[in-house]
């Protein structure tokens, strides 16, 4: 099991490795390229800070169903999505003044948070590309208040809203730009519209090396261990032998390993030796020949292996009620009890 474990780990490592080189070059688009090796917080971001010129506005869902319209400002009106499902994430655009839509694939490790601020930087990068100047009005819509908290954040540590906000400095310099919130799927059509847009980019097949837009210093890490943890636990279900051992555990835990190498070695030994059958109890001792009598030393009716003891054996009923809260038990509730509890309950019978 072990062995096991540090194979998945070191292949694991070697992964995590290559992919932040991708992430600390992947760049998109070409959106914001003077940041290729973005990586925390530089003068840059200040420096894009002083320039960012925009509103950000959160108005009620209230305010929004009253009257969506008064909340659209003449001028250029923008709706913006990301959306995840299982095949992958996406990213819509929809254009309401001028009529345009886009929709972009954005592989199957982007979040949804990524989608989103994605989608506004190209709106954004749409808008730049039309040349709009003459301090016209653009206004862009979208449904996702992390992403505009983020955008007006003075703390700026993911590549794509850094390129988001270096995209929208630019819009600003000649032209008033608003962000705005709206309540997601409550019928303001733009916003249902860039929904569709995204849910398309999103099943839609990204074409190129993932991760399409980077990845977040946090996902390598949780997915690798995720990974780990989902085959360990595949390994222990589907595995064959160990039959006492796959009764009464229930897979691989930290809490539960945690607990087991915090104890000295005269204990580890029990509960490994009742945990897998492999102890000093009768059963055992007689199938490999240590032992003429494989029956209970306590009731001398059974065999005496370790689900007879844990649960079954009719001697140890009150030592049972003390430390499980019950006369017998099924091997599955073994699975729940913590280790030491195990541990005391088996002291507590003298066999050990
Ligand atoms: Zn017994």
């Given at each position: 099991m072990n062995i096991f474990i540090t194979a998945d780990y070191t292949f694991s490592y070697a992964d995590y490795r290559s992919w932040r080189q991708v992430r600390s070059h992947g760049?998109?688009?070409?959106?914001?390229?003077?940041?290729?090796?973005?990586?925390g917080e530089t003068e840059e971001a200040v420096e894009v800070l002083i320039n960012l010129r925009m509103d950000v506005e959160i108005p009620s869902r209230e305010v929004w169903n009253r009257d969506p319209d008064a909340l659209v400002s003449h001028g250029i009106v923008w709706y913006t999505d990301g959306s995840k499902i299982l095949e992958g994430t996406g990213a819509g655009v929809r254009g309401v003044r001028p009529r345009v839509e886009l929709s972009f694939p954005l592989g199957k490790h982007a979040s949804v948070f990524q989608a989103e601020v994605f989608a506004i930087s190209a709106c954004v990068s749409e808008n730049l590309k039309r040349g709009y100047s003459n301090m016209q009005h653009i206004q862009i819509c979208t449904d996702n208040q992390a992403a505009l908290h983020a955008l007006k954040?003075?703390?700026?540590?993911l590549q794509v809203v850094l390129e988001c906000t270096n995209s929208l400095a630019a819009l600003g310099q000649r032209n008033k730009v608003r962000l705005v919130w709206v309540p997601g799927h409550s019928g303001v059509a733009g916003n249902e519209e860039a929904d569709v847009l995204a849910r398309k980019g999103s099943s839609d097949t990204f074409t190129g090396p993932e991760p399409a837009i980077g990845l977040p210093y946090s996902y390598p890490h949780g997915s690798t261990d995720n990974w780990t943890r989902e085959k360990c636990q595949e390994d222990w279900s589907r595995g064959i032998g160990l039959r006492q051992a796959r009764l009464l555990i229930k897979g691989p835990g930290a809490a539960a390993t945690r607990s087991l190498v915090n104890l000295n070695r005269a204990s580890i030994a029990i509960i490994t030796g009742l945990f897998t059958g492999?102890?000093?109890?009768n059963k055992h001792l007689n199938t490999i020949g240590r032992n003429p009598d494989s029956r209970?030393?306590?009731?001398?009716?059974?065999?005496?292996d370790s689900i007879h003891v844990l649960c079954?054996?009719?001697?140890v009923i009150v030592n049972r009620h003390r430390?499980?809260?019950?006369g017998y038990l099924a091997?599955?509730?073994?699975?729940?009890?913590?280790v030491d509890k195990v541990l005391a309950f088996a002291r507590s019978t003298r066999l050990f």
């Amino acid at each position: 099991m072990n062995i096991f474990i540090t194979a998945d780990y070191t292949f694991s490592y070697a992964d995590y490795r290559s992919w932040r080189q991708v992430r600390s070059h992947g760049n998109r688009n070409g959106i914001g390229d003077n940041v290729a090796n973005w990586s925390g917080e530089t003068e840059e971001a200040v420096e894009v800070l002083i320039n960012l010129r925009m509103d950000v506005e959160i108005p009620s869902r209230e305010v929004w169903n009253r009257d969506p319209d008064a909340l659209v400002s003449h001028g250029i009106v923008w709706y913006t999505d990301g959306s995840k499902i299982l095949e992958g994430t996406g990213a819509g655009v929809r254009g309401v003044r001028p009529r345009v839509e886009l929709s972009f694939p954005l592989g199957k490790h982007a979040s949804v948070f990524q989608a989103e601020v994605f989608a506004i930087s190209a709106c954004v990068s749409e808008n730049l590309k039309r040349g709009y100047s003459n301090m016209q009005h653009i206004q862009i819509c979208t449904d996702n208040q992390a992403a505009l908290h983020a955008l007006k954040s003075p703390r700026i540590t993911l590549q794509v809203v850094l390129e988001c906000t270096n995209s929208l400095a630019a819009l600003g310099q000649r032209n008033k730009v608003r962000l705005v919130w709206v309540p997601g799927h409550s019928g303001v059509a733009g916003n249902e519209e860039a929904d569709v847009l995204a849910r398309k980019g999103s099943s839609d097949t990204f074409t190129g090396p993932e991760p399409a837009i980077g990845l977040p210093y946090s996902y390598p890490h949780g997915s690798t261990d995720n990974w780990t943890r989902e085959k360990c636990q595949e390994d222990w279900s589907r595995g064959i032998g160990l039959r006492q051992a796959r009764l009464l555990i229930k897979g691989p835990g930290a809490a539960a390993t945690r607990s087991l190498v915090n104890l000295n070695r005269a204990s580890i030994a029990i509960i490994t030796g009742l945990f897998t059958g492999h102890g000093r109890l009768n059963k055992h001792l007689n199938t490999i020949g240590r032992n003429p009598d494989s029956r209970c030393r306590l009731c001398g009716t059974s065999d005496e292996d370790s689900i007879h003891v844990l649960c079954h054996c009719p001697r140890v009923i009150v030592n049972r009620h003390r430390h499980f809260g019950a006369g017998y038990l099924a091997p599955e509730d073994i699975r729940e009890v913590p280790v030491d509890k195990v541990l005391a309950f088996a002291r507590s019978t003298r066999l050990f």
